[in-house]
């Protein structure tokens, strides 16, 4: 079965840290492009994070830069998010999401998944 399968989120306290993880099954990672992206309630889903299947970064959330990273471990053919100096208003659900044939910098863009995790929730609380 083609699939991505997210771990991690949860609550966390402003300020604080998580590590989100999407790993593939059924296919090669390093043959896609892939990003997280979140969607708060009442807002469209934004891409926050994606890297080129050649291990180009594109930055595409300036809310998130320098708070934020992703990095794939092709060995385990997962993608990672890891969340630090976390705020209230990074609260949404998180989505990881592969496609082939474009850039890192378009698959932020469009928001276009040849495959998407199911979803985590990251509430930022005190």
């Known amino acids: 079965q083609l699939q991505l399968v997210q771990s991690g989120g949860g609550l966390v306290q402003p300020g604080g840290s998580l590590r989100l993880s999407c790993a593939a099954s059924g296919f090669t990672l390093a043959d896609y492009a892939i990003g997280w992206f979140r969607q708060a309630p009442g807002k469209e889903r934004e891409g926050l994070l994606c890297?080129?299947?050649?291990?180009?970064?594109?930055n595409y959330a300036a809310s998130v830069k320098g708070r934020f990273t992703i990095s794939r471990d092709n060995a385990k053919n997962t993608v990672y998010l890891q969340m630090n100096s976390l705020k209230p208003e990074d609260t949404a659900v998180y989505y990881c999401a592969a496609q082939q044939r474009t850039t890192g910098l378009d698959l932020c863009l469009t928001i276009r998944g040849d495959y998407w995790g199911q979803g985590t929730q990251v509430t930022v609380s005190s």
């Open positions: 890297i080129s299947s050649s291990g180009g970064n594109t």
